[in-house]
Nanobody, 127 residues
Framework: QVQLVESGGGLVQAGDSLRLSCAAS????????VGWFRQAPGKERRFVAA????????FVAAFMKGRFTVSRDNAKNTVYLQMDGLRPDDTAVYYC????????????????????WGQGTQVTVSS
């Protein structure tokens, strides 16, 4: 079992930065890959980034590269999504999700591979 709580969302202006946090707890949390997804109004949820539980293996979706980075602090059992150069089309609810992984190098790209989800945090970017 893994429980996830996102935080750090808010209302910002275009060009600003935000850092989202995903705090994990539960017996499986230390060996879980974590992914970030986002869902804009009227659109399907979309993959943003993922990181293995070793913290070294990570991936950011191509359309985010150069602006978003993913990292984790295993001492705090928290995964971060640093978002720079925010644009109005980044407006969405951002979710983190966890998947049990037998290797710290593993991470996943699709929703169906994640067993646990947070409640989401709203990010709104004004122009």
């Amino acid at each position: 079992q893994v429980q996830l709580v996102e935080s750090g969302g808010g209302l910002v202006q275009a060009g600003d930065s935000l850092r989202l946090s995903c705090a994990a707890s539960g017996p499986d949390s230390h060996r879980s890959a974590v992914g970030w997804f986002r869902q804009a109004p009227g659109k399907e949820r979309r993959f943003v980034a993922a990181i293995g539980w070793n913290g070294d293996n990570k991936f950011v979706a191509a359309f985010m590269k150069g602006r978003f980075t993913v990292s984790r602090d295993n001492a705090k059992n928290t995964v971060y999504l640093q978002m720079d150069g925010l644009r109005p089309d980044d407006t969405a609810v951002y979710y983190c999700a966890a998947a049990k992984a037998w290797s710290g190098t593993y991470y996943y790209f699709t929703e169906g591979e994640y067993q646990y989800w947070g409640q989401g945090t709203q990010v709104t970017v004004s122009s």
